[in-house]
């Protein structure tokens, strides 16, 4: 039992309070004190002029307040003890009130280490920033969100990472005893069920009321974030219960051990089906979106690949098989396939069928990509997550060996499965498959260098040379391709080697503008504790949402390279604009193209340079000749070397 302090009880609701007031009725106001009179100064008016050493009090000192009497250990405290036991780094977050009992709880008790508070401009960076830091480090970062407004802020980003199946922590301050909390803002922030905002894209979520109630669900959280599927959970922070001192029930405080879970392996039987059918397929056909996100996982991948000489398409959700392997292939081969395995497929429907929006009704046609006959594997989570609301599980497709798992922990079975299949004369038949794919991948390596010089020269710039200018300048580096925002049509992953998971990290998931810049943020911060450089293409609509991020990179020595793709426009609508006007005989009866019009960021230019310059980065632009290109993205590539952002604003081709 602690001690009893002798001192008048003053739990921290009220302490709050009293300082509320305090700072209230103890200051001087601007007024009274630019009227005051003394002997030595005449009476002046109120005006601009600096404020004198009482204002300057009034407004910036401490609040002349009671001290808190100890009655017992914070219930902030020790929540900051279960969150230090899960080894998370760092914690990017926006301050607010609704939560300041842990952040205050976080910095002094906890020495803002472990996690490290990460000042952030706005919720959606938090969110977007723990992202991308998954994606290069294969761990989840916790963020806070302050009340109904922080969390709604939050929401785009949080359905990005549902979307992308990637683990983020996410703390929600509230304030649910309607007796006690503040009234005004603090009670408009509030709310009955907090968590109801996202309950429809994330995994798990609770309102715990005591501090044993949110030691377990923390850990529950952390554990249930980080089992495939991956996806955001979420936790109501309720103020009164950081704030006040703990009550315990008469029952010890524990923190739960965490130990993380085993991840669901596929089904041996249906697992040794599909080895069958891929070793007798004449013209297997691997597909990979979501598939694997580690280095271990990509040596599965190839090994099987292998094993069967069989083509990898890689979606662009994972790098999955490094794009120099030859047996990396493009979509073109799918209708040859007879047998197609699909690993972690976003949306396998869309795999083996065509879909064409090609009238003005919007209404499409639909055709099939595959033979009949062909067979359809998937290896998958996402029979074992699916919500109902949101249609990010895209349209039905039945296969005939459908088998539930995660990918990386179902491949050493399956791999064994096939070679315990493989006969001798499967054997040859494989060997000779190789040596044809072989030849088509020489080839095709050579039909893209030739398609990358087309227009080399132009200006604005195209973005296979703004893709092949980057490459160029970063090669000599253990670079990692940042999350990135800017559409140019591939080029990256045509044009540069790729072998490392996090050459690679994939898009956002969900598609929701406003994730590219803190995502790549996020993931530059992983990349600077293991010595990477980072670089991101970044896309001028997407950056002009949250633009904040940039000054959280500076802020905390974030280093990257972030090279604007600025088409200047928002060109994917420009395209639906002018489609449907063509489809309406706009165009015609008008005279001129009129799909710019709501769809143009020009007139104004955004100057994107001195934009981040203002954000304490080092940054060149606009480039619009080509011949300066490589000039400008190499000083800025000594730049993040010396441990600092850079950003290169370069003025692009549309795509």
Same mark, same amino acid.
């Given at each position: ?42 009476? +002046? ?5 600096? *404020? ?31 969150? #230090? ?25 906890? #020495? ?17 920033? &723990?992202?991308?830091?998954? !994606?290069?480090?294969? #761990? ?13 802020? &939050?929401?785009?980003?949080?359905? /990005? ?9 996410? =703390? ?32 798990? /979520? ?22 495939? %599927? ?41 697992? +040794? ?22 280095? #271990? ?6 090994? =099987? ?10 979606? @662009?959700?994972?790098?999955?098989? *490094? ?5 990396? @292939? ?19 429907? /869309? ?60 491949? *050493?079975? $399956? ?59 970063? !090669?000599?580096?253990?670079?990692? =391709? ?10 990256? =992953? ?33 990349? @600077? ?92 632009? *606009? ?5 300066? $290109? ?14 600092? %952002? ?10």
């Amino acid at each position: 039992m602690p001690k009893k302090n002798p001192s008048p009880k003053l739990d921290r609701r009220k302490f709050l309070a009293a300082a509320a007031v305090a700072g209230a009725t103890g200051a001087v106001s601007p007024v009274q004190a630019a009227t005051a009179t003394s002997p030595e100064t005449p009476p +002046r008016p109120p005006s601009a002029l600096p *404020p004198d050493a009482h204002v300057a009090a009034a407004e910036a000192g401490t609040p002349d307040v009671p001290p808190y009497a100890n009655e017992g250990r914070p219930g902030s405290d020790f929540m900051v003890d279960v969150i #230090k036991t899960l080894g998370i780094k760092y914690m990017p977050a926006n301050p607010a009130s609704s939560y300041r009992a842990i952040h205050e709880s976080l910095i002094n008790y906890g #020495k803002n280490t472990m996690p490290e508070f990460l000042t952030v401009t706005h919720e959606e960076v938090g969110v977007g920033m &723990a992202h991308g830091y998954y !994606k290069i480090a294969n #761990k989840p970062l916790l963020t806070l969100c302050h009340g109904t407004v922080g969390l709604m802020h &939050a929401t785009m980003n949080i359905y /990005d990472a549902f979307c992308d199946r990637a683990p983020v922590i996410v =703390l929600a301050g509230n304030d649910m005893d309607a007796a006690h909390r503040s009234p005004g803002v603090p009670t408009v922030h509030s709310a009955q069920d907090i968590n109801a905002i996202v309950r429809d894209y994330t995994k798990w /979520d609770d309102t715990p009321v005591s501090a044993q109630h949110f030691a377990q669900s923390f850990v529950r959280a952390y554990q249930i974030a980080t089992t495939p %599927p991956y996806a955001p959970v979420v936790i109501s922070l309720d103020d009164g219960l950081a704030t006040e001192p703990i009550r315990d029930y008469g029952q010890k405080l524990y923190i739960p051990k965490f130990v993380a879970t085993a991840a669901p392996a596929g089904e041996q039987g249906a697992v +040794r089906e599909a080895a069958r059918l891929l070793v007798n397929a004449e013209h297997p056909v691997i597909v990979a979106d979501r598939a694997v996100n580690t280095e #271990k996982g990509i040596a599965l991948l190839v090994q =099987l690949a292998e094993l069967i000489q069989a083509p990898v398409v890689r979606q @662009r959700g994972r790098l999955n098989i *490094p794009n120099t392997h030859y047996l990396s @292939r493009p979509a073109t081969v799918i209708p040859q396939a007879d047998v197609i395995l699909g690993l972690e497929l976003t949306d396998y429907w /869309d795999t083996v069928n065509k879909f064409v929006d090609n009238n003005a009704e919007g209404v499409g046609t639909n055709s099939s990509r595959i033979k009949d006959g062909t067979k359809l594997i998937s290896i998958s989570t996402l029979q074992l997550m699916t919500k109902s609301n949101y249609q990010e599980f895209q349209r039905f497709q039945s296969v005939d060996v459908p088998i539930a798992g995660d990918v990386e922990a179902t491949l *050493p079975a $399956l791999i064994e499965a096939v070679k315990y299949a493989l006969t001798d004369d499967r054997k040859n038949v494989v060997a000779q498959r190789g040596q044809s794919i072989r030849k088509e991948h020489d080839k095709g390596r050579d039909n893209t260098r030739q398609a990358a010089a087309i227009a080399w020269d132009a200006s604005p710039i195209s973005t296979a040379r703004l893709c092949a200018e980057i490459y160029g300048q970063i !090669k000599d580096t253990d670079w990692s =391709l940042v999350p990135s925002s800017g559409d140019v049509s591939g080029w990256p =992953l045509r044009l540069w080697p790729m072998d490392k998971h996090y050459h690679w990290t994939g898009t956002s998931g969900g598609y929701g503008v406003g994730w590219g810049c803190p995502a790549s943020v996020g993931a530059a911060l992983a990349n @600077r504790d293991e010595g990477r450089f980072s670089v991101s293409i970044q896309s001028d609509g997407d950056l002009m949402y949250v633009p904040g991020a940039l000054w959280t990179a500076a802020r905390h020595k974030i280093p990257m390279l972030a090279v604007m793709h600025n088409n200047r426009g928002y060109h994917q609508e420009v395209m639906h604009v002018q489609r449907l006007s063509n489809f309406r005989n706009r165009v015609a009866n008008i005279g001129n193209d009129l799909g710019p019009i709501g769809t143009s960021i020009m007139n104004p230019d955004i100057e994107y340079h001195k934009l981040a310059e203002s954000m304490g980065w080092w940054a060149k632009g *606009p480039i619009k000749d080509p011949a300066d $290109l490589g000039p400008a993205l190499k000083e800025a590539v000594a730049v993040v070397k010396s441990g600092q %952002p850079a950003l290169v604003n370069v003025w692009t081709q549309p795509r």
